[in-house]
């Protein structure tokens, strides 16, 4: 693990009418760690993940991100129409990448489902794709809103996979988690 | 900004436009439903027919832009669509406005082509036809923009249709007025510029005020 540095969020916190979420969050993450967000239902994690990867505004603190970050929130980002092929050669065009779709698909085992329409697939067919996206461009970060979520066993380990293989490359990855959690963290977050 | 995100999300939309099927002949069947009952409830009466058409037809047009606006955004923002564009696109004004120019093209600009029909039915005169299809063309283009924005200002808001036309109603009157006058005054009368400014004015405005709204709604 080096320690060259792909975000940092300061002093973060998060308000929800007059409850506090969170507060006073420092968060950073260096090449090869696997940061993993703990904590209850409504306890602020998503709502942190989002102020990291800048999809929310944070309430108080700020955030550095000194390299790109992919993000899987806890919804796919599928449209029905699409195909699982469609889907990923879609934000292959938006981001400019030439990776090889076919062979993504093939990574996350959803050769057989590519043609088949999102609205088709069952809830990890849908979470396998939305995970292929990560392969598609190369970027150092990762952040993950409970990625494991209603990925069979088979999926799950495809997942661990990536991850350490991403790390292994130098790579980092923040995720929320609430259940037990197929790979091994850096570190835990409790919120 | 390249040019490719943008062709996506052109592409993009237009798919899930095509995918929505017989949903994009509501907008059309709602204007051409609104014009047809015109006769039943002024009576047959050929002149004023042909002096209150063009009025009419604006009417319809404005109403049916409406028809389908709560899904244009609304969709992307529970699919999680919205957060990627949000993510991974320099400019979420940009694919905003694309998004609402593809509803416009699928939409809106097939209401322009129906005129010639419905405005014969209302005994709207020959030589105001054209000056008629294109102020439709244009002011159809500010409803959409304006609607657009009132459709992102109302995307985490469930069945927002209601809302989406009291916001976008009020932001449609400079269109329809000079929009009504081109028909009659023909396109080298002063409204016609004025519509024109109102188009200019709505694609420069409308893009940046539906990416921040957009942002909002992401929170």
Redesign the interface.
């Known amino acids: 693990m080096s320690d060259r540095r792909l975000i940092e969020g300061r002093g973060l916190g998060a308000v929800r009418g007059e409850r506090v979420l969170f507060r006073d969050v420092s968060i950073s993450a260096v090449a090869g760690e696997l940061i993993l967000l703990r904590g209850a239902n409504g306890s602020g994690k998503t709502t942190l993940l989002r102020q990291l990867?800048?999809?929310?505004?944070p309430q108080a603190g700020d955030v550095k991100r000194i390299s790109a970050h992919h993000?899987i929130?806890?919804?796919?980002?599928?449209?029905?129409?699409?195909t699982p092929r469609?889907h990923l050669q879609?934000?292959a065009?938006?981001?400019?990448s030439d990776a090889e779709v076919g062979a993504v698909l093939e990574r996350l085992g959803m050769t057989r489902p590519a043609n088949v329409p999102c609205r088709m697939l069952s809830a990890g067919q849908k979470r396998r794709t939305?995970l292929a996206r990560l392969l598609l461009q190369p970027r150092d970060l990762w952040l993950l809103d409970e990625p494991f979520n209603a990925l069979d066993t088979e999926g799950q380990s495809k997942l661990a996979e990536m991850i350490e293989s991403h790390r292994a490359e130098g790579g980092a990855v923040i995720a929320a988690l609430h259940g037990a959690a197929p790979v091994k963290a850096s570190r835990e977050v409790e919120l | 900004m390249?040019a490719?995100?943008l062709?996506?999300?052109f592409?993009?939309s237009l798919?899930?436009a095509w995918?929505s099927g017989a949903g994009l002949l509501l907008p059309l069947g709602f204007f051409a439903g609104t014009a047809a009952l015109v006769p039943f409830t002024l009576g047959s009466d050929a002149e004023l027919l042909s002096r209150v058409g063009p009025g009419i037809l604006w009417l319809a047009l404005a109403l049916s832009s409406m028809v389908t606006l709560e899904r244009v955004f609304q969709?992307d923002l529970?699919?999680?669509?919205l957060?990627?564009w949000?993510?991974?696109?320099g400019s979420i004004s940009l694919v905003a406005a694309i998004k609402t120019l593809t509803h416009w093209l699928v939409s809106g600009f097939p209401l322009v082509l129906l005129t010639p029909l419905i405005g014969f039915m209302l005994g709207v005169s020959p030589d105001k036809m054209v000056p008629a299809m294109l102020s439709y063309a244009l002011g159809g283009l500010v409803f959409f923009l304006w609607g657009g924005v009132a459709a992102a200002l109302s995307a985490s808001v469930a069945r927002a249709g209601l809302l989406i036309a009291l916001i976008a109603l009020p932001l449609y009157v400079p269109a329809l007025i000079f929009g009504v006058q081109v028909v009659d005054a023909g396109l080298e009368s002063p409204s016609f510029l004025f519509l024109c400014a109102c188009t200019l004015f709505a694609l420069g405005v409308a893009p940046a005020a539906m990416g921040a709204a957009l942002r909002l709604a992401?929170?």
């Not at chain 1, 065009?93 to 400019?96: M, T």
């Not at chain 2, 529970?78 to 669509?81: H, L, N, R, Y």
Request: negative net charge; aromatic residues 8%; proline residues 2%.
């Open positions: 990867a800048g999809l929310s505004e993000w929130g806890h919804t796919n980002g599928l449209k029905a129409h699409e469609t879609h934000w065009r938006v981001w400019g939305a | 390249t490719s995100p062709f996506s999300a592409r993009s798919s899930e995918a969709a529970q699919d999680g669509a957060d990627l949000l993510q991974d696109t992401a929170e």
